[in-house]
């Protein structure tokens, strides 16, 4: 269960539900009750799909491009320490693309946001993508994969119970309160980072000890 428990906390603070809830709003603003519902489900499976397709397909694409595992750990890393050194500063929006004129322009042509932005990359970001193509790398036995797909799922769960609910939670907890939260969420994205590069350069200096 330790696995399981790791999983589902490390993907929902990479994903970080809470700081897409006033992008949500916001783009939802002219929403019906129904149509925000409909959005908030779609955004749920269109990110359910993109984590189960980064955690089974991810591998294959590290073996067509020749990258190993602690490769990968430490540019997923450093693209995670990224996120939550942007989670931490309070420039989330910033860090994710949102403050762009050409990609506010693009949003409000769009009749769905359920997969971009929302999906990709607010929710579904390379940090969580590679965080999942790692975990499928690192945990090959089939017990282990079903407690990762658990994970998954009951992040997409919240992903979706918190968007069905964005316009009480951003009432209840206003803009101070979110920002309080993603700062506290930063700071473990943070460390979860910090420990893959910290792993794959241990396992790097250990190999070429090894070697010699």
Known sequence: MELFFYAFAAIISIANPLGTLPIFVGLTSDYSKKE?????????????????????????????????????????????????????????????????ERVKSDIASRESISLTPLAIPMLAGPGSISLLIGLHQ????????????????????VIWGMLSASSVIVKY???????????????????????????????????????V
């Open 36 to 100: 925000r519902r409909k959005t908030a489900l779609l955004t749920s499976f269109n990110v359910l799909v993109i984590f189960l397709m980064s955690f089974y397909l991810g591998s294959y694409l590290l073996d067509f491009f020749g990258i190993s595992l602690n490769s990968l750990r430490i540019a997923g890393g450093l693209i995670i320490v990224s996120s939550g050194f942007a989670l931490l500063t309070g420039r989330f929006n910033k860090h994710k693309g949102m403050d762009k």
């Open 138 to 157: 690192e945990y090959t036995l089939w017990n282990a994969h079903y407690l990762i797909i658990i994970a998954i799922l009951l992040v997409c769960l």
């Open 173 to 211: 907890l206003g803009a101070s309160g979110i920002n309080a939260v993603s700062r506290i969420i930063g700071f473990i994205v943070i460390a979860i980072g910090i420990e893959y590069i910290s792993t794959a350069v241990v396992n790097v200096v250990l190999s070429i000890i090894a070697s």
